[in-house]
Structures are given as structure tokens and as C-alpha cells.
């Protein structure tokens, strides 16, 4: 007879290999009414867990596709980074690393190529950056139907069918944020947020955390406004929020859009604005030095390339999940003093 595998329990409920997973093993977030039918057919065909099988799965070739943005180049570089040394390492182990590039921030079917490219390549599993994937449901579902084990990395997205998320948790960077700026200007004063059109939603867990730390620790500085701008209008929004004299501190929650910012208060020779930003650009990194932008928060980038992969074989080959859903990398505080600590080797570990 077939050795009945957690696969074929997912078939028979239309369910993720993953949900079975976590109900046979108790792990993670699963409904009750779920569980109890999983384990209610395991039963029914006599499913036994084989470790012996994970062992011979060392032998099967996998094939794992990484979908993920490429602009910023500064940022996404870095991520690379960590995939082109765990592609490496996993090679040894008959696994192939695939990438895919989301090139376009608006194109609402990027789902539809990504499928092509899991049927085209006969992709085992998913590791993505759920960025710019407008109709992220329809692709998990796609998945779910596939038995393609998903993971998620980089930006962060609730999906019951999702088996983990590894990144940085943007609600504690905000958070730190907001701490940042106030203790700058001494916990008074008004202050002001940029954040480009386009990324306004996608950094809406960000804008909640830097609001609670102003609201609970901080409620004697006064947020002016909050202005939303097209790129390439960075200078046309600055006067407005230079025109009240007040303004003490601006705080920029793009990836590295505070450089732009820093460079136009250096050509118009102001100073004495507090300017707190978020990840290391070239252009950043120049006008930390240069006094120009106070503070950077700045993500753990390589290994955001390197752990996901690795967890999401580690899952493929022993069934083996993180022992929690949401996995976060550091934040670290960048300051003038400091800036020069990140540049990477040329391995993307330690330090010049």
C-alpha cells in the first residue's frame, strides 16, 4: 500500500501542506474546527509521521522561486547578497534557488506571471515579497491548491496559508522612530511626516507605531501635517512645510527617501531641523555625515536574503516549521558615529 504522506491529507481537505503541519504538530496559529478535521483524517488513513522519508528527501532534488522588487538597487542589493550565499551552500544539497523581479509597481496582474513562472520551472515552494503583489489572495489560493508550501519575507502580510514571515517589524520601527525624534528635540515641539502617494499604505504599520509612541510618551509635540507627495515633488513639499516657522523636526518614513530631503536642506543652507529616515542610501549615508539628517533606522539585509530560504528547505526536507509564525530581524539606530560599521564585505558578512 501507498505510505500516506501530509500531502495527501492536504488533498483529501483542500487544505496547505502547512495547515496540516501545523494541526499534526501543534505549531502556530490553526482554527479548532481545523485541527480536529485534519487529525480526524489522519486517522481515517492511518497516517504515521516517517522520519525515515525526510531523511531520503535529501536526495530529491527541490526547486525553491524567490519573488521579490530589484529598485532600490541600495536596498535589494544587500538582500541578494544573503541569496547568492545560501544558493550556494543549498546546491551541495540538490536544491536550485530561482529569482523573480516584480520590475512594475503597477501592474495589478504580476500574479498571473509569477504562476507561469511556478508552472514553467515546476517550482516545489514560495519565498515572496508580498510588495506590489496587488492580488496576493488569488496567488495564495493559486498555492494553496498546489500543495506549494509560501512563505513570506521582507514586508509582512497576515495569511492563514502563509507557513512564516521574516523580516523587520515595521510597527516597532515606527515606534523607534517617533522615539528617536522625540528625544532630539526634547519631547516638545511641532514637527511634520513625508511619506510619497505611492507608499502611503504600504508603510501603514509604520505610521501606527511612530503615532502610539507620540501619543503615549510624547503628547506635547504637535504633528503640523502629514504630507503625501509625488517623486520628483520632494522640493515643492518641503516649502510647504518650511513656511511654518515651528517646524522643528520632520520625520521621512520611506527607505531611504530622507537623503533627498537632507540634500535640499543642504542647498538651501537650512539647519537646526531635526531630519529622522529610514535604511542607508549612498545619498543618506553622505548627509548623515555631513550633519544634514539626524538619525537613520536602518533593516538587517542580508539575512533577510539568507534565513528564509533556509528555513523554508529546512521545512521542504524534515517538515519542520519556525517555532514561531513571525520571525523579526534587528533595527538598528544609525548615527554619524556609527554609519561606517555597516558597509558589508564582499561576502555580506562583517564588517570593514
Not at 18 to 43: C, D, F, W
Not at 121 to 140: H, N
Amino acid at each position: 500500500m501507498k505510505k500516506i504522506t501530509i500531502k495527501d491529507i492536504a488533498q483529501d481537505l483542500n487544505v496547505s501542506v502547512a495547515t496540516v503541519y501545523r494541526a499534526l504538530h501543534n505549531k502556530g496559529r490553526i482554527k479548532e474546527e481545523t485541527r480536529q478535521r485534519v487529525i480526524e483524517k489522519a486517522k481515517e488513513l492511518n497516517y504515521t509521521a516517517n522520519s525515515t522519508a525526510r531523511k531520503l528527501a535529501l536526495r530529491r532534488k527541490f526547486k525553491i522561486l524567490v519573488v521579490m522588487p530589484d529598485q532600490p538597487e541600495f536596498f535589494w542589493d544587500d538582500i541578494r547578497k544573503g541569496l547568492t550565499v545560501i544558493a550556494q551552500e543549498l546546491a551541495d544539497f540538490n536544491t536550485e534557488i530561482h529569482t523573480y523581479y516584480v520590475k512594475s509597481t503597477r501592474d495589478p496582474d504580476i500574479h498571473l506571471e509569477i504562476m507561469k513562472e511556478i508552472e514553467e520551472k515546476e517550482i516545489d515552494s514560495l519565498l515572496i515579497v508580498p510588495l506590489y503583489i496587488y492580488k496576493f489572495d488569488q496567488l495564495m489560493e493559486y498555492t494553496k491548491n498546489r500543495s506549494i508550501p509560501t512563505a513570506v519575507f521582507s514586508t509582512k502580510v497576515d495569511h492563514e496559508d502563509t507557513l512564516f514571515y521574516y523580516g523587520p517589524d515595521d510597527t516597532l520601527s515606527g515606534f523607534m522612530a517617533g522615539e528617536l525624534l522625540s528625544k532630539f528635540i526634547n519631547q516638545n515641539g511641532s514637527i511634520c511626516v513625508m511619506v510619497r502617494k505611492e507608499d502611503f499604505t504600504n508603510y501603514s504599520q509604520r505610521f501606527q507605531g511612530f503615532c502610539k509612541y507620540l501619543q503615549t510618551s510624547s503628547p506635547l509635540i504637535n504633528v503640523l501635517d502629514v504630507y503625501t507627495y509625488d517623486a520628483d515633488h520632494e522640493e515643492e513639499i518641503l516649502e510647504k512645510a518650511l513656511a511654518n516657522s515651528s517646524l522643528k523636526a520632520i520625520y521621512v518614513m520611506d527607505g531611504g527617501c530622507a537623503g533627498i530631503f537632507g540634500k535640499l536642506l543642504k542647498d538651501k543652507s537650512i539647519t537646526g531641523i531635526t531630519l529622522i529616515g529610514h535604511e542607508i542610501s549612498p545619498l543618506s549615508k553622505a548627509m548623515l555625515l555631513e550633519d544634514h539628517i539626524t538619525a537613520l533606522l536602518y533593516e538587517e539585509r542580508f539575512y533577510q536574503g539568507y534565513y528564509p530560504v533556509k528555513l523554508l528547505y529546512e521545512y521542504l526536507v524534515q517538515g519542520t516549521l519556525p517555532t514561531e509564525k513571525y520571525i523579526y530581524t534587528n533595527i538598528n539606530v544609525v548615527l554619524k558615529g556609527n554609519v561606517h560599521y555597516l558597509d558589508y564585505n564582499d561576502n555580506g558578512r562583517g564588517y570593514r
